[in-house]
C-alpha cells in the first residue's frame, strides 16, 4: 500500500510539473509575428447563438445620491404571486445595495410617467402608456428586458417568470449582484449611484432549466430571505423536475389517491393491482403488462388488437379527466403529462414486441412511439373540438423517456444524405409529444469523446423523428451518492452549447440530493451554481465562473480550496479512470468502495487541505465570528466525502481511536451542517444508515 502512496504521489507531482513546463515552453516559443498566431476553430455545433445583451450607460442623473433616492417601485394591482416574489425581491435586494427601503405603489395608484420618478415591475399601465414593447414570444416565459425611457425604468418579462429573473439582471447591471449558494451572496453598498440608460434582454439559452437538489427548494409564497432557487434562475420551490406536470393518479374516480408527477409513473397509469388481479376478470388485462414484470407495460398488448385498442382508450379516458381536474384557471403551469417506464430494463419481449423492434432498426422505443402516437392523435382531436371549455390547454403535450431501452431511436442511417431518418413515417412523433432524452454516457469524460459517440449518434436519431426533445443529465453517482464525480469534465460551456444546439426546450440535471436544506459533499453545491449558469448561458467561460465562486464561497482560503478541488479531478481522471478504467454512465460505477481504489494517503491528504482551508479564514474568528462560522461551514461540508472514503474503503485497517475519530467528526459536522439525513438515507437506495453501521463497530 505504502508502494502505491509513493507511486501515485509522484505520478501526480510529474503530472502538475509537466503541465507547468509545457506552457513555460509554449512561452518561449511566443513570437511577434502575427501571421503565426491563429484562432482556433470552434466547432459550431457546440455555440449556441443566444440573447444577452446588457447595456447600462451612466448620465448625469441620479437613481441614488447622498442615501437617498426620488424613485418608487410600481407593480400591478393584484399581482400573482408570482410578482410578489419579484417586487419582494427587487426592494429587498435594492435595500441591500442602498439601504433605502423603497416605497411601493400599485399601477392603480399612478398610470402615468409623468407622475414622477418610477422603477415599473411587470405589466403595469405605466409600462403600456409609456409604450415599451415587450414581445413574449420572442422572450418566452423566462426572458425579460430592462429598459429606460426617460427618467423610468421598466422590468418585464415574457411571463411572470421572467419578471423575477428581470430584478435579478437589473441588480447586476446595477450593484454587481450575485448569488452562489443559499447563504452566499455579493452585492455592492452604495450611497450614490447613477441613473443609467438600460437597453437589455436576456433570454435563457435553454426556455426551461431544473435540477433535483432540494438545497434549491423554498416555498413560492412563503419568502424566507434568501430565495436561493429563484436567484439561480430556477422556479423556486417547483424548480425541480416537475414543476408544470401534471400529476398522474391511479383513478380518476378519486384524485386523491396514488400520484406520480414526472417520471417512471407507468404504474400510475395501469397500476398492476388494478388490471392485473385474476380476481377481479372484469378489470382483469394481463395483456398490458410486460412479459418480464417490473411494473412495465406491454405497450403493443401482446398483438392483441382488441385489447390495444382498450388500453390506448383507458389511457386517453385517464387524460381526459385529469385535463377536466386540473383546470388552467387553478393549475397554470400543468401543461405536461408523463407517460414514463419504470426505471429498470424489464421491457416486454414478446413476440409483437420483438417483431416491432426488429422492423424498426432494433429500436425497443419505437413500440411505445406507436402507442403514444395513437394515444396523442385521440387527445389532439379531444382539445381541438372543446376550444370554448375551460379545461382547454392549446399548449397540452404527452411525454415519454428515450432512456433506458428505450435509448435507441426508430432511425436509419441514409448514407447519401448523411443524416439519420425514420425507417418510416408511422414512428414520426405527433406534435403533442416529447421524447425526454436521458443521456447514456460516461459522466466523467468529455461528451464528444470516443467512448460517448453513441450519445451524439443517438440524439441525432430523435431529432429526426422529434420535434419536441427534452434532456436529462447526471452529476451525481447513484450507485453511491457519497462518492465524488467528476462531471466537470462533461458538463462544460460546450457540452450544454451541443444539446441546446440540438432542441432548447428544456435542461434538466439530477445531482446528489438527501431532501436537506443544509447543502450537499461531494463538490455538488459548485455543480448546481455551474449549471444553473450554463443551461441559461452556454457562452459563459467556466474558469472565471468557479474563480467567482471559490472566492465568494472561501474568502482566503479559496486558493487552498481550488487546489483540493483539482487534486480530487485529477485523482479520479488519471487513476480511477485512467488505471482503473472505471466509467461513471447514467447510474455510475459500482463498487467504488473497493480499498485498492482508495489507498487512505490520498482521502487523508485532501482532508489535511479542507484543515488548512480553515486555517486560512481564522482571521474572521474574532473580527466576525458569524462569517467565520459560515465559511468553515462551506469548507467542512466537503470534508463529509472524503471522511465517508475513508471509513468505507479503511475503516477496518484503522484503529479504534481513529476510527472513532472521524466517527465523532463526522456526527458534529451532519448535524452542524444540518445534513443528518445524509447518513440517515445513506450513500444509495441499496446501502442505507452507513454511519450507524460504522458506530455499531465501536
Same mark, same amino acid.
Given at each position: ?386 376550444k370554448d371549455q375551460p379545461w382547454y390547454r392549446e399548449d397540452f403535450q404527452l411525454l415519454f423517456f428515450a432512456y433506458n431501452h428505450n435509448f435507441i431511436p426508430p432511425t436509419k442511417y441514409d448514407a ?19 421524447? =425526454? $432524452? ?7 469524460? &468529455? ?6 459517440? !453513441? *450519445? +451524439?449518434?443517438? #440524439? ?46 428544456? =435542461? $434538466? ?7 436537506? &436544506? ?6 455538488? !453545491? *459548485? +455543480?448546481?451554481? #455551474? ?56 447510474? &455510475? ?110
Amino acid at each position: 500500500m505504502k508502494k502505491f502512496n509513493k507511486w501515485l504521489a509522484l505520478s501526480l507531482s510529474a503530472l502538475t510539473f509537466a503541465t507547468v513546463g509545457l506552457s513555460a515552453c509554449k512561452k518561449d516559443e511566443e513570437t511577434d509575428d502575427a501571421a503565426d498566431v491563429k484562432t482556433p476553430e470552434v466547432n459550431s455545433e457546440y455555440v449556441y447563438d443566444g440573447t444577452h445583451v446588457y447595456t447600462a450607460t451612466d448620465t448625469n442623473d441620479y437613481l441614488v445620491k447622498n442615501g437617498k433616492t426620488d424613485y418608487r417601485l410600481v407593480v400591478p394591482a393584484g399581482s400573482s404571486a408570482t410578482l410578489r416574489i419579484a417586487r419582494t425581491e427587487f426592494v429587498d435586494l435594492f435595500k441591500d445595495a442602498t439601504d433605502i427601503q423603497l416605497t411601493v405603489l400599485t399601477d392603480d395608484q399612478v398610470q402615468s410617467p409623468s407622475q414622477g420618478k418610477y422603477i415599473s415591475l411587470g405589466r403595469t399601465k405605466l409600462l403600456e402608456n409609456a409604450g415599451v414593447s415587450i414581445n413574449s414570444e420572442e422572450l418566452t416565459a423566462d426572458g425579460h428586458r430592462v429598459v429606460t425611457k426617460d427618467d423610468d425604468i421598466y422590468l418585464c418579462g415574457g411571463e411572470d417568470e421572467g419578471t423575477v429573473f428581470a430584478v435579478y439582471t437589473f441588480m447586476r447591471m446595477t450593484f454587481h449582484y450575485e448569488t452562489y449558494y443559499y447563504d452566499c451572496m455579493e452585492i455592492d453598498r452604495v450611497t450614490e449611484m447613477k441613473f443609467k440608460n438600460y437597453d437589455a434582454t436576456d433570454i435563457p439559452d435553454f426556455k426551461y432549466r431544473a435540477h433535483s437538489s432540494d438545497v434549491t427548494t423554498y416555498e413560492a409564497d412563503d419568502y424566507d430571505g434568501n430565495m436561493y432557487a429563484w436567484r439561480l434562475g430556477y422556479y423556486g420551490k417547483d424548480g425541480q423536475r416537475g414543476y408544470w406536470f401534471m400529476p398522474v393518479h391511479e383513478r380518476i374516480d378519486d384524485f386523491t389517491q396514488g400520484k406520480s408527477s414526472a417520471s417512471t409513473n407507468a404504474r400510475r397509469w395501469f397500476p398492476e393491482w388494478m388490471y392485473k388481479d385474476e380476481n377481479d376478470p372484469e378489470n382483469y388485462h394481463p395483456d398490458w403488462f410486460s412479459d418480464n414484470g417490473g411494473e412495465q407495460l406491454c405497450f403493443s398488448a401482446h398483438g392483441n388488437a382488441e385489447e390495444y385498442e382498450l388500453m390506448v382508450e383507458t389511457a386517453f379516458k385517464k387524460v381526459e379527466a385529469h385535463l377536466k381536474y386540473y383546470t388552467p384557471d387553478k393549475y397554470p403551469r400543468y401543461k405536461v403529462m408523463s407517460f414514463t417506464h419504470m426505471d429498470n430494463v424489464k421491457y416486454c419481449t414478446c413476440d409483437k414486441c420483438s417483431e416491432i423492434s426488429s422492423y424498426y432498426s432494433d429500436s425497443q422505443a419505437a413500440v411505445q412511439i406507436l402507442f403514444m402516437n395513437d394515444l396523442a392523435e385521440r387527445v389532439d382531436a379531444l382539445l381541438e373540438a372543446n376550444k370554448d371549455q375551460p379545461w382547454y390547454r392549446e399548449d397540452f403535450q404527452l411525454l415519454f423517456f428515450a432512456y433506458n431501452h428505450n435509448f435507441i431511436p426508430p432511425t436509419k442511417y441514409d448514407a447519401a444524405t448523411k443524416k439519420h431518418v425514420p425507417v418510416d413515417d408511422k414512428v414520426i412523433l405527433h406534435d403533442r409529444l416529447i421524447a =425526454w $432524452f436521458c443521456r447514456e454516457a460516461n459522466g466523467q469524460t &468529455g461528451f464528444d469523446e470516443e467512448r460517448n459517440a !453513441n *450519445l +451524439k449518434t443517438s #440524439l441525432a436519431g430523435w431529432s429526426a423523428v422529434a420535434e419536441h426533445i427534452w434532456f436529462w443529465s447526471y452529476g451525481t453517482n447513484f450507485r453511491d451518492l457519497m462518492m465524488p464525480i467528476d462531471s466537470f469534465q462533461y458538463s462544460t460551456p460546450e457540452m450544454f452549447g451541443y444539446f441546446c444546439n440540438q432542441s432548447d426546450e428544456f =435542461w $434538466f440535471t439530477q445531482l446528489q440530493d438527501y431532501n436537506n &436544506g443544509g447543502g450537499n459533499t461531494a463538490w455538488h !453545491n *459548485l +455543480k448546481i451554481y #455551474l449549471d444553473a449558469k450554463l443551461s441559461w448561458n452556454t457562452s459563459l467561460n467556466v474558469d472565471e465562473l468557479v474563480d467567482k465562486w471559490m472566492n465568494a464561497m472561501y474568502r482566503d482560503a479559496a486558493p487552498e480550496m481550488k487546489r483540493l478541488w483539482q487534486s480530487v479531478r485529477a485523482y479520479q481522471r488519471h487513476v480511477l479512470i485512467g488505471m482503473f478504467d472505471l466509467e461513471a454512465g447514467g447510474d &455510475g460505477s459500482s463498487g467504488l468502495t473497493l480499498a485498492e481504489y482508495w489507498p487512505i494517503g490520498i482521502p487523508e491528504g485532501w482532508l489535511a487541505r479542507i484543515d488548512q482551508a480553515k486555517a486560512d479564514v481564522a482571521r474572521f474568528a474574532q473580527t466576525d465570528p458569524e462569517l467565520y462560522d459560515k465559511l468553515c461551514k462551506h469548507i467542512e461540508i466537503e470534508a463529509i466525502c472524503y471522511m465517508y472514503i475513508i471509513l468505507e474503503t479503511q475503516g477496518y485497517t484503522l484503529s479504534e481511536e481513529q476510527r472513532r475519530g472521524y466517527i465523532e467528526r463526522l456526527k458534529y459536522d451532519l448535524k452542524w451542517l444540518d445534513l443528518e439525513e445524509m447518513a440517515i438515507r445513506g450513500s444509495s437506495k441499496d446501502f442505507p444508515g452507513w454511519l450507524s453501521g460504522w458506530e455499531a463497530t465501536l
